[in-house]
Each structure stands twice: as C-alpha cells, then as structure tokens.
C-alpha cells in the first residue's frame, strides 16, 4: 500500500472519523475502534487530547498499520512523537502538492 510518510499517497486520509466500535463476543469488549487519522498542524493539540483522553479509558494499543506503528496510548511521549510524526507529514504532502500545482503552472504558461 501506499505510505504517507513518503509522498506516495496521492490524497491524505480522511480526518479522524472513528467508525462503530467492533464488539467482541465477551459482554462489553470492544476490539478495535477504526481511525482515519490525518493531523493539520493546527489540529495537533486536539489530536494528543484525543489520544490521551482513549489512552485514560483503558490500557490500548493504537495499531497504525499504513505505517507500521504501534503506539501505547498510556505513554504521553509515545502519543507526543506519533502526533508530531502525522503533522510532519501532513505538512510534506502539502508542500509537495504544492510543488506539483506549481509545476504544472510553469509547465502550463511555458507550452510544454
């Protein structure tokens, strides 16, 4: 697939939009909660709140499979990197989008 850390995703994940809880068989067990999760630099503040707030409600595991990451959400360093990780690349997909745009603009105004 393709990895966001790297540019080769053409278009971001949607923001953080977890899906229904997936219930186990066991009365009240929830198994895994599903995240797009995309973080603005604007938004990174409320990104570790989140986070944080899932880590204080029982000990999990955020599974980042896109990116092969496990973060324990009970460990405020780990949340601290892994959000600042999400926003670097959310900013280097933007400025090579913008590279392209601009690219694309030269290319358009030259005639090639």
Known sequence: GSNPRNGSNPNPPAKAEPNAPKRSKA???????????WVEPQEANAARQLLTALGHL???????WGWSRCVDLSQPAEIEQYVAEKVLAAQNWRDELAKMRLSETEEAENGD
């Open 58 to 64: 029982a000990p999990l595991l955020l599974a980042d």
């Open 27 to 37: 009365a009240g067990l929830v198994e895994a909660i599903w995240l797009a999760f």
